[in-house]
C-alpha cells in the first residue's frame, strides 16, 4: 500500500489539527471561511482549552494550526500558546498581525515551537485591502517588520489566491524573499462569507493554468493541497494529493465542534464535540463521518475522466457549496466539466453555509475591480 493508500484509510491522529479558537475578528474579510466577527459566547473556556492540548499530546498530533476569527483576540490566546509548547505541542498560528508588536515578536523569536503565518490577500494595499479591509496591508506589513527587527526567522506569509492577486505572484514571491519568510498559497473556496463572493473573486480557467505552471517552477511555495485538482493539467505538484479531510486533518471550531475540514463547516460534516464523552480522540477514531471519509470513494460522475487518479475528483468542499455532488467533478475542473453544473445549480437550492459571526455593519463587497 502507497503512502497516498494509507493517509486515504486514516490516520491514529491526524497530522494537523486545525483549531479556530475565536469567531471574534477586528476584520470582516469578505471571503472569510467562518464568517467571523463577533465572539460567541459558547466558547471552549481556558480549561476546556487546556483538556484539548492534552489529547493532542497524548495522540501525537504532529503540530495544531491555530486561527479564527483573530485568535489573538481571545484574552488566554498567548498562555493556550505556552501551554501547547510546555506540552511539546507544535503551533502555527495564522494572524491580520495587528497584535503583534515590538515585544511580543521578541517573545514569538525565543520558542522553537511557535511559527507564524502572516495573512494578506493582495502584494498591495489596493489589492489587499479590497478583501480585507482599509488599512489591513499596512498592518501586516508592519508585523512583518516587526518579526523581522526580533529576528524571528522564516515566518510565512499566507495569502489566498483571487482572480485579483494571481496576476501578483512574483510580487508575492519577492515580498516574501524580502523579509526572508516563506510563501504560502491557499485555494479559494465558496465557504463562510465566500459563498457570496466566489463567482465574482475565484480564478478564471486561465489564471488556474498560470498557477500550475508557476508552482511547478517554485516547488519551495507551500500550497498545504490546496490546489491538488490543478495536477489533471499534467505533472502532479508537490504533496499527497488528495482530499485530506477526516482522514489526515480536521478542524475544531470555537464552540467545540469537530468538522471533516475548515471549509465544510456545516452540520452535514460535523463528526461531534470534543466536550462530548471520550473528548476530541473519541471524535476523530470512532465518529461515523470519518469512518466513511475514510472509505474508498467512487469516482462517480469522473469514472470517465482519464484524469481522475490525478486530480481525485477536486475539493469535496467546493463542490458541497456549488451545489455540486460530492461524487461530480471540482467546480474549477480544468477540463471544464464542472461549468454546466455549476450554472445549474445558480438557480437552484445550496446548502446553507452555516452560521453567520459577521459584526452588525453590512459586509459589503465592492464588485469587479
Known amino acids: 500500500m502507497s503512502l497516498t493508500d ?42 476546556e482549552a487546556e483538556a484539548v492540548i492534552d489529547e493532542i499530546q497524548r495522540m501525537q498530533v504532529f503540530y495544531v494550526n491555530i486561527g479564527g476569527g483573530e485568535p489573538t483576540i481571545r484574552p488566554d490566546f498567548w498562555h493556550l500558546i505556552d501551554y501547547c509548547v510546555d506540552h511539546d505541542v507544535g503551533v502555527k498560528f495564522s494572524t491580520n498581525g495587528s ?8 517573545e514569538l523569536a525565543r520558542s522553537d515551537y511557535v ?56 510580487q508575492f514571491a519577492d515580498l516574501a524573499h524580502r523579509y526572508g519568510a516563506q510563501l504560502r498559497l491557499t485555494r479559494f473556496r465558496p465557504s463562510g462569507r465566500g459563498a457570496a463572493t466566489w463567482h465574482e473573486l475565484h480564478p478564471s480557467d486561465q489564471q488556474q493554468r498560470d498557477l500550475y505552471h508557476w508552482l511547478l517552477d517554485r516547488p519551495d511555495v507551500l500550497t498545504g493541497d490546496s490546489f491538488f485538482h490543478l495536477s489533471a493539467l499534467g505533472e502532479a505538484l508537490p504533496g499527497l494529493n488528495l482530499c485530506g479531510a477526516g482522514r489526515v486533518v480536521c478542524l475544531v471550531d470555537p464552540v467545540g465542534d469537530v468538522y471533516a475540514c475548515p471549509f465544510v ?16 480522540e473519541r471524535v476523530w477514531r470512532n465518529s461515523e463521518l470519518f469512518a466513511g471519509l475514510r472509505e474508498p470513494q467512487s469516482a462517480g460522475a ?11 475528483g477536486g475539493c469535496m468542499a467546493a463542490k458541497f457549496f456549488t451545489g455540486i455532488p460530492l461524487d461530480g467533478p471540482d467546480p474549477e475542473c480544468v477540463n471544464g466539466y464542472g461549468e454546466e453544473l455549476v450554472a445549474a445549480a445558480a438557480g437552484a437550492t445550496r446548502p446553507l453555509v452555516g452560521a453567520d459571526h459577521s459584526r452588525p455593519s453590512p459586509v459589503k463587497f465592492l464588485g469587479r475591480r
Not at 29 to 40: I, K
Open 115 to 170: 511559527d507564524i503565518q502572516i495573512s494578506i490577500d493582495g502584494a498591495d494595499a489596493a489589492t489587499n485591502d479590497h478583501v480585507r479591509g482599509e488599512g489591513s496591508f499596512a498592518t501586516a506589513l508592519t508585523a512583518m517588520d516587526h518579526l523581522a527587527d526580533a529576528d524571528f526567522g522564516e515566518f510565512k506569509i499566507s495569502v489566498v489566491m483571487t482572480r485579483h492577486n494571481i496576476g501578483q505572484l512574483d
Open 265 to 280: 463547516l456545516h452540520d452535514d460534516f460535523k463528526a461531534g464535540n470534543v466536550r462530548d464523552e471520550g473528548g476530541f
Open 99 to 106: 497584535r503583534i508588536d515590538p515585544r511580543v515578536a521578541r
Open 6 to 47: 494509507d493517509m486515504k484509510a486514516g490516520l491514529q491522529a491526524p497530522i494537523c489539527l486545525t483549531w479556530e479558537l475565536t469567531y471574534a475578528c477586528n476584520l470582516q474579510c469578505v471571503h472569510c471561511l467562518s464568517s467571523s466577527g463577533r465572539r460567541d459566547p459558547r466558547e471552549l473556556t481556558t480549561t
Open 302 to 312: 469522473c469514472a470517465s475522466c482519464g484524469e481522475f487518479d490525478a486530480c481525485q
